[in-house]
């Protein structure tokens, strides 16, 4: 292997240790064990269904995808006036009937039309950046009994990169909280 190839820093095959739960109140009450009494921040959960406080539980930090959406908003509403006010003003400028050349009244439904259309691309674009899509493959796919967390299992993955973790232990506690496999998942 060429030298320029080589990489100084270790390969960590192992991606982190998944629990499958039965019941969501065993992910809920195994999520908020693990972040909030062990400190665990690199959690994950997978189901079928939202749960409501599973974002709290583990950790979730709450989503700039509003603010996302404002600013495009934002953007699109400055456009929508810029268009109008240099379309009538300065590139084709016409007075009819004793309009001024540049009134926000009558640029009302462009300007509406755009924030909403510059929006609306904020927050479809935001979300697939937010979250990493398009994705064709994630490491939780390796676990051996993946597809159940989409009828009726449910999925707790604390990843490698935590600084406290543990394999065996975190075996030890996901089968003490309830779960009903653990697996360490490659990379």
Not at 93 to 108: N, Q, T
Not at 120 to 130: C, D, E, I, N, Q
Not at 139 to 165: A, I, Q
Request: with cysteine; net charge negative; hydrophobic share 45%.
């Amino acid at each position: 292997m060429l030298p320029f190839f080589k990489s100084n820093t270790p390969v960590n095959p192992v991606y982190g240790v998944v629990g499958l739960f039965d019941r969501p109140e065993d992910l809920l009450r195994a999520g908020e064990e693990l972040h909030h009494k062990r400190g665990y921040t690199k959690l994950d959960a997978y189901s079928p269904f939202p749960i409501h406080g599973i974002d709290d539980a583990i950790g979730v930090p709450k989503s700039i995808l509003g603010y996302i959406v404002f600013c495009a908003g934002l953007f699109g509403f400055a456009n929508a006036v810029l268009m109008v006010w240099y379309t009538g003003a300065v590139d084709y400028p016409l007075v009819i009937g004793g309009k001024p050349l540049f009134a926000w009244e009558f640029s009302i439904p462009v300007v509406f039309e755009l924030t909403v259309l510059f929006s609306s691309f904020g927050a479809v674009f935001g979300m697939f950046y937010l979250n990493g899509l398009p994705r064709f493959y994630h490491p939780t796919m390796n676990f051996s009994r993946f597809g159940e967390h989409t009828d009726d299992k449910y999925l707790l993955v604390v990843e490698s990169t935590d600084p406290r973790f543990d394999v065996e232990e975190l075996q030890a506690v996901m089968s003490e909280l309830g779960a009903a496999t653990t697996e360490v998942v490659e990379a």
